[in-house]
């Protein structure tokens, strides 16, 4: 455990404070629209990398030149598209990308020492945008699943994602006193040793562009 506190630097040990600060940097990543290069390279490096836990990455190659702005714009835009989806399939009693995002190592347990469970968004070298902001909504999905059921929102208009009030829109997900219940077998937990890495790099924006060309 304390080779894991070692690399838990910026984040609490408090699953609920690391759960908000999961659904705070998610939110924020929505929520902000015609994102250029230094507006997502800024969420990356404060909002992002203050709620994730990093761990070992393969290697990713530097990128050369620049990137244009429409590049930075139709990436963003089609992420935020399909976290979106991600969120409102939830709505609909389907939480499987939760899954997927354990089963392929983004998102980890940790056991704490006094018994409590916390669920990391893993900052991996070698992932794409989608699964950075995927890991941060399925982490805080797992230490309050009910804010799921019964607080989450997403408008079928504007497609706006909000756990805290209505949008004036017509929209699926409206809030319910009985809230809602999820379809399916509860999420399996997977607990996962994570090793000290002083050698690792800093992902940056234009890797982020780069990684995405070679998923293409």
């Known amino acids: 455990m304390q080779r894991l506190i070692s690399q838990i630097e910026r984040i609490s040990l408090d699953p609920a404070e690391v759960a908000a600060a999961c659904r705070d940097a998610g939110v924020a990543f929505l929520e902000t629209r015609r ?18 836990l990093r761990g070992h990455g393969g290697g990713v190659p530097k990128h050369q ?24 399939h939830i709505l609909t009693g389907d939480p499987s990308f939760v899954e997927d995002c354990v089963s392929a190592g983004h998102v980890a347990s940790l056991k704490l020492g006094n018994g409590r469970v916390m669920y990391v968004a893993m900052n991996h070298k070698s992932l794409r945008l989608s699964d950075r902001v995927l890991s941060l909504f399925a982490a805080d999905y797992l230490m309050r699943p009910q804010d799921y059921r019964c607080r989450l929102s ?7 994602v909000s756990f805290d009030k209505e949008c004036v829109h017509p929209q699926s997900g409206v809030f319910t006193p009985g809230g809602r219940e999820l379809a399916g077998e509860a999420m ?22 780069v990684l995405e060309s070679l998923a293409s």
């Open 188 to 209: 399996p937990t997977h607990t996962i040793v994570v090793e000290e890495d002083e050698e690792a790099e800093e992902i940056g924006v234009d890797d982020i562009i």
């Open 154 to 160: 997403v408008c079928e208009y504007c497609r706006k």
């Open 35 to 52: 994102w250029n290069k230094r507006d997502l390279a800024e969420w990356l490096v404060e909002s992002y990398q203050f709620a994730t």
């Open 65 to 88: 030149g620049t990137v244009a702005k429409e590049t930075v714009t139709e990436l963003v835009d089609r992420v935020r598209n399909e976290v979106t989806e991600a969120l409102d």
